[in-house]
Structure formats: structure tokens, C-alpha cells
């Protein structure tokens, strides 16, 4: 038992540090990123690197992630006491929100095509080619 509550201790110590590491880089760089997600980047690099072992957060993150809906009743309550509001600003809410994603969607669309194309079969056929007949060319001046 003392054990189970020692490694949820441990594991709420850590997310929470983490978390204020994450507000203290916000406040000291002001870009508008919360220091909610700076926390998030930073257990996400310490998790893939292992410098944060998985077992250390894994109780308080299940306990956490098991009372998320309970957690997003006060956002939901908000929202629906100033529907009123959302509802009158709908179009500057609503249209940037769809431009965004649209511009996010083409830009990612041909960055991948890009990026697949510097890496396509078609390219390498070509870069065999070439090698192909440069060798070819210096084969010919030598047998000459």
C-alpha cells in the first residue's frame, strides 16, 4: 500500500514540476505559447528520450486521464453560459478557425509532396541513370 502511494506521489510530483518548468519558460519567453504546453513538450522529450521513465508519471497520468471529463464540466459550463456571446461573434470565430485549417491542410499537403518527391523512386531511377553513364562515358576513354 505504501508503495502504491509513493509511486503516486512521485508520479504527481514529477507532472507538476514539469508543469511549472513549462509556466516559468512562458513567462520568461512572452509568445503567447501557455506553459501548459511547454510542460507537455518537455515530458514529451523527456519521455522519448528516457530521461523520464514511463513508470514514474504512470499512476498520476491514469488518475489524471481517468477524471478528464470531469475535469472539462467547468469549460463546458462556460460555454454554454455565454452561447449568447459565441453565437453573435460566430463569423470572426468561425472564419479564421476555417481559413486556418485550409491553409494548414494545403501547406502540409505540399510540403508532403515535396518531401516525397525528393525522395521518390523517380528521382532515384535518374540519379542511378547518371551514374550509370558517367561510368559508362569514363569505361569508353579508358578503352580508348
Known sequence: M???IFLFVRSLIILYLILFIGEG?????PIGIP????GLLILFIGLTTQIIKVDWV???ASLLIRYMAVL????????MKYSDLLVSHASSLLIP??????VTLLV?????DYLFSLNSFTR???KAIKKRDINNVNNKGEAS
Open 2 to 4: 505504501r508503495q502504491k
Open 25 to 29: 519558460i512562458a513567462k520568461l519567453i
Open 58 to 60: 504512470f499512476f498520476g
Open 124 to 126: 532515384l531511377r535518374k
Open 72 to 79: 472539462f464540466v467547468p469549460v463546458s459550463v462556460g460555454v
Open 35 to 38: 506553459g501548459s504546453i511547454f
Open 108 to 112: 502540409i499537403g505540399f510540403l508532403g
Open 97 to 102: 478557425n476555417i481559413v486556418s485549417t485550409c
